[in-house]
């Protein structure tokens, strides 16, 4: 009966084994990988750094979500987009009036200094295509604005309208207009990470 009973809980042990590791039966152990960045960590500190921060009146650097969807399934736009927003924060954050006494940001320099840390690990944990990258970019330099109605842009286009409206703020960082919206759309960066473009795991 005891012999029974063992064998019972052992089956039942390699069931929830073989469940947990997603139905496949493997003679090695289960391994989980650790997620490459933690998105709610990111939203928690962003909200610390900018809570201060009035709503922005200015046109948008962001794309509305909608619109930055389409490049989300393409694992090379989404990663040069990517890599131009942390560009474009870190730029932000390292700004002069980033660090004066009578800015709007939120005073706790920790969390500021934390948010510039997990911009440099952010950028590690997207996919690095250098020269579709360098293409994509020169392409934004060179075309002049689209006229057309973001819903009609094709993924590529959306991606090239984005980085321009980046590279634009950009060249306008002692705007205290684009400083504010810079810092009031960073509270809904991570909702612009997830797609093909962004490693999930460290393997």
């Known amino acids: 009966m005891a012999s029974a009973v063992q064998y019972a809980v052992v089956l039942l042990s390699l069931v929830v084994a073989i469940h947990e590791c997603g139905g496949i039966s493997q003679k090695t152990r289960c ?3 650790a997620p490459c960045f933690d998105l709610v960590l990111l939203e928690k500190t962003v909200w610390q750094v900018s809570k201060d921060v009035p709503a922005a ?10 619109t930055f969807d389409k490049i989300r399934k393409r694992k090379d736009l989404h990663s040069c987009v ?12 390292n700004y002069p009036w980033n660090n004066s006494s ?6 706790s320099m920790n969390y500021h200094l934390e948010l510039i840390s997990m911009m440099n690990t952010l950028r590690s944990c997207v996919y690095k295509m250098n020269k579709i990258c360098e293409m994509l970019y020169q392409k934004a330099a060179q075309q002049p604005n689209l006229k057309i109605s973001e819903a009609d842009m094709t993924p590529e286009e959306v991606a090239i309208h984005q980085i ?3 590279n634009f703020a950009s060249d306008r960082l002692n705007d205290m207009s684009i400083q ?24």
Do not use: C
């Open 57 to 66: 009146d200015s046109e948008n650097i962001l794309l509305k979500s909608q």
């Open 82 to 93: 990517l890599l131009k927003i942390i560009d474009f924060y870190m730029n932000v954050l």
């Open 164 to 166: 321009q409206k980046l």
């Open 180 to 203: 504010e919206r810079a810092m009031d759309e960073l509270k809904s960066l991570h909702n612009y990470i997830p797609g093909r473009g962004f490693r999930k795991t460290n393997f």
């Open 31 to 33: 391994v989980s990988h």
């Open 102 to 107: 009578d800015h709007h940001i939120s005073h």
